[in-house]
């Protein structure tokens, strides 16, 4: 299982009935020095994993969304789309995105194109708290190098969003804020993303 925030992740497996936390960490943006140095007085002493957003990328979220772990989060479009480096409207489904995490340069083109070897993520929103996730690989077309990625194994896109969880228990839409208080969860946690592997 893969919980994350929007800077925060909790890595975890189910031990019998426990889930245990295996990789606890937060990751920063390149480029942002503020951010770094508050980050690294926070993980200083604690059991807490610092790294850039690129390093987190490509170790965490994209081993787990590969190994087919349940990723949760508040809100994981929002989300994914803040962890993504490429992203495109769909040409087969008119509320869906696509978003890649990784990128090369095609050396046909010169263009920066993403990886056909790593999964993306499509996202068709349904309404306000609901949304449809397919885990996609990207399709390489000599004509249109950008066409629709190639649907691969959709139900290998194991995500739950806690808002639609929250409207799915109370028949209201609610903020991070206020579900959590509704729930009795300190809204830091709740904010966070995680991976679970069974």
């Not at 490509?58 to 993504?84: E, M, N």
Request: net charge positive; proline share 4%.
């Amino acid at each position: 299982m893969l919980i994350l925030s929007p800077s925060v992740y909790i890595c975890a497996e189910l031990e019998g009935v426990r889930l245990v936390a295996k990789e606890i960490g937060l990751f920063h943006r390149d480029g942002h020095p503020d951010e770094v140095r508050v980050l690294n007085g926070f993980v200083r002493g604690s059991a807490y994993e610092l790294g850039a957003l690129d390093v987190f990328r490509r170790k965490v979220f994209l081993k787990y969304l590969k190994a087919g772990a349940l990723i949760v989060g508040y809100d994981p479009p929002f989300k994914i789309s803040r962890i993504a480096v490429k992203w495109n409207k769909s040409q087969k489904r008119r509320r869906a995105f696509s978003f890649y995490f990784r990128l090369f340069r095609d050396q046909n083109t010169g263009k920066m194109r993403p990886s056909g070897f790593e999964p993306g993520i499509s996202i068709e929103s349904l309404d306000a708290s609901k949304a449809v996730y397919r885990r996609i690989k990207y399709k390489f077309e000599e004509v249109d190098a950008e066409r629709e990625e190639n649907e691969q194994h959709p139900s290998d896109a194991h995500i739950i969003s806690l808002k639609t969880l929250t409207a799915v228990l109370t028949g209201e839409l609610y903020t991070l804020k206020s579900a959590s208080e509704i729930f009795g969860t300190p809204t830091r946690l709740a904010g966070c993303v995680g991976l679970i592997r069974g």
